[in-house]
């Protein structure tokens, strides 16, 4: 895997494609070195343009994988090259598109394949079990890298040069050569790769400054931008998953114990009978052994289930995104090591403890096993109040995450998502632009202004919170120079997304480029560019020396996410576009059902703009969800986690202090049989369970405000230290504890003396 490094906090793990091409040729310790990027391929079939899942990949891919095709021969160096090789452009099909394109014809290499509208041949089928190199994507297709202008088109990765970070390298060692090798290497081609892939002298300069080198890293797993996005998120899932596991282990080694009393005579009398110590541990392991076995079979059965539904978490409504969650040898090594490692731990001290004495003990308190009973009782209140402090961290965790979470949901995203849903246009690869193109979105907004249920449309570029964004700087003809995000959208927007207009108007079709650009600035931008000033009227002015008028100032509105406050952002027309075929958004806000509507867009964008793939219609709801994929994700988890462990702390309060209570029936018998009231009773019985969750709470609170700073970069105006949920969880906490010890409380009050008596 290779990355390169210059000075930022981070590693770079994108490359621009002269980098890569430098890289090709300027190494000696490869055996080969490929590049690829996950690309959806517009493919005309007999029902029409269809998206498809594909991959644009370097000559070198394929043997780099070592893994053999099906059908078929591999892409190689001679179909990389612009145009093709001599025979055209070729391409490689998976097998799940050879069964569902081809119908499994055995002759299907040879055969043409139409994609963006050009001829590719079928070089090759690729079997199932090929994942390519990044294994979050299960690609149908893989065309040559040269391929991106005709594919892409009208964008040009390559050509863009050092502007386009956009593909990711790996690599094969050759035999006998080194990690360490490799980066050395590295090391020295890195500045001649620099000069050699960038004509720019301030780039150069400014690469040189942060000490710009190459350097390759392991990369047997592949390379997942999921991988990094939620390495944070699941490493503290597994401490969740750790801190449950600690949880039940120590509920059950409670439980144990306490049953262990019962067992007094029993193991001394195997005692008296010649049995050794070591034997009677060896039978309470075993004993323990079976119960983490059965545990660990369904944990595994139910593991399966569980895997999907958080893969899907993870994918985040991103169809070409797929996590491999089978089990296989390494998910069953593992769960075999935690049953070992759970016997251990719930068995081992209780096992000791019940065989630790000697036989003449055992016999001289057979009949007064009272203070043996109150010695053996501290451990196992020890153990409840590490249960009780360890499920006081996870509840304290769960409410700081929960309550992140709903103040991001309340923080507004300076629009209103409820109704509004975008329908994506794919306009590519249709032989319309410009004005032509604009003519065409207009008939699209006009047909779906008139379904069922739309109250208004508009279009735009980028889709706020989707993560995606432009920006751009703009100056004041008196030198004030900002960066800006910026967006395209159609008229009727702002009142389309509910975006309070403060001064001025919004964009109307007849906004072209030969009426003057316009420009509406929100809020933030215009304080930025014309504080204490009436912005309408002015210009701004890019670094190409356009000149855009200012007509408007709406409000804030958040731009990629909804954690970050909403940041200066203008507006310009899509009529006034640079691109030649932007493919937009239709924005719709509509009052009623939303599958008409969708039926209705296809129907729509098949007749009037017949050669473009089916238009994709997602929610607002679901863009601001998945712009909170994160915080969603974590606060479920910890929510989870924090309903099991006082589930488990309830039944371990539960049977231990009912366990103790039916030891002491005999007593209570007496106790009551010489004038204890039921109430007296009651309160004896609940002070047990009162001192370990009080004891608990109190080391548990001390625990959690401690453990509380590692989740402070996930809250959103949420203290660590927020009192209210300090005191919640613990209220929480102690109600849980209080549940569970009133019916062994009850019921010791329900004894009846003379019972007890003749029961002893």
Known sequence: MLRFEEGGPEPEYDFCTPFFRSLEVRHEVFSDIFAYNADTMQVKGEAGSENVPGMLVSGQFFSALETPPLLGRYLTPEDDQPGGSAAGLAVVISESFWETWFNRAPDVVGRKLMIANQPFTVVSVMPKRFIGADPTHRPELYAPLSADPIIDAPRDHIHDGIHAWWITVMARLKPGVSLDQANADLQTVSLPILHEAADDPSFIAEKEKGHFHFAAEPGSRGYAYVR?????PLVTMLCMCAGILLLA???LASLLMARSASRERELATRLAMGATRQRLIQQLLVESLLIAILGTVAGTAAAPAVSHFFAAI?????????LDVATDWRVLGFAALIAMLSTMLIALVPALQSTRRNLSDHIKEGQHPGHLRERRGVLPRVLLGFEVALALVLVVGAGLLATSLVKLYRSGAGFDPKGLVNIAF???KQQLQ????????EQLGNELSHQPGVKSVSFEFIVPLSHRGWNASYSTPAGGKHLIYMNSVGPNYFETMRIPFYAGRGFTWSDTNTSGLKIILNESAAKQF????NPLGHQLVNPRRMSFLVIGVVADAKYRDIRTPAP???YVPIMQDEQPKPSLKAVVRIDGPQAPLAAAARSIAARLAPSIPAPVMTTMDEVVNNSLSTERMMALLTVFFAACALLVTAIGLYGTLAYATAR????????MALGAQRAGVVALVFRENAIVAIAGCGAGLLAAILASKALASFLYETSPHDPWILIGSVAALTAIASAASLLPAIRAARIEPITAIRCE
Not at 530 to 533: A, D, E, L
């Open 249 to 251: 282990c120590l509920n």
């Open 426 to 428: 794919s306009m590519d």
């Open 664 to 671: 002491r029936t005999s007593e209570i018998g007496i106790r």
């Open 314 to 322: 993870l994918a985040n409504g991103e169809s070409s995104v797929q």
């Open 530 to 533: 014309f504080p204490g000033q």
């Open 568 to 570: 200066a952002a203008g």
């Open 434 to 441: 410009g004005d032509a193109l604009m003519q065409l979105y």
């Open 228 to 232: 990094t996005l939620f390495r944070r």
